[in-house]
Nanobody, 124 residues
Framework: QLHLVESGGGLVQAGGSLRPPCAAS????????AGWFRQAPGKEREFVAA????????VYADSVKGRFTISRDNAVNMVNLQMISLKPEDTASYFC?????????????????WGKGTLVTVIT
């Protein structure tokens, strides 16, 4: 089992920033590509960003390009999501996920491992 734990969510004003980390444990982290997904109230879970096992490939959803940055540090088994210029429409629960398939981690929703999520609320 690969355990994923997100943290760092919270309440932020529009235009502000957050950097929720995701800590991985239990299995060899470099065997997995990682991604962030989000789910707003009443909506389906959607892809946000993905990073391959080495960090050499990164993909973003169009809605977050230029504002969000995904990164990973395999030495400490962490995946981070730097979010700037936050908008009210970014309000959602953000989930860290991992899979050995690059296709899966860039599309969802059936990934091998998921965290329980961290709530991000952006207010005006």
């Amino acid at each position: 089992q690969l355990h994923l734990v997100e943290s760092g969510g919270g309440l932020v004003q529009a235009g502000g920033s957050l950097r929720p980390p995701c800590a991985a444990s239990g299995r060899t982290f470099t065997n997995y590509h990682a991604g962030w997904f989000r789910q707003a109230p009443g909506k389906e879970r959607e892809f946000v960003a993905a990073i391959n096992w080495s960090g050499s490939m990164i993909v973003y959803a169009d809605s977050v390009k230029g504002r969000f940055t995904i990164s990973r540090d395999n030495a400490v088994n962490m995946v981070n999501l730097q979010m700037i210029s936050l908008k009210p429409e970014d309000t959602a629960s953000y989930f860290c996920a991992a899979d050995r398939s690059w296709t899966a981690v860039t599309t969802g929703p059936d990934l091998e491992y998921w965290g329980k999520g961290t709530l991000v609320t952006v207010i005006t």
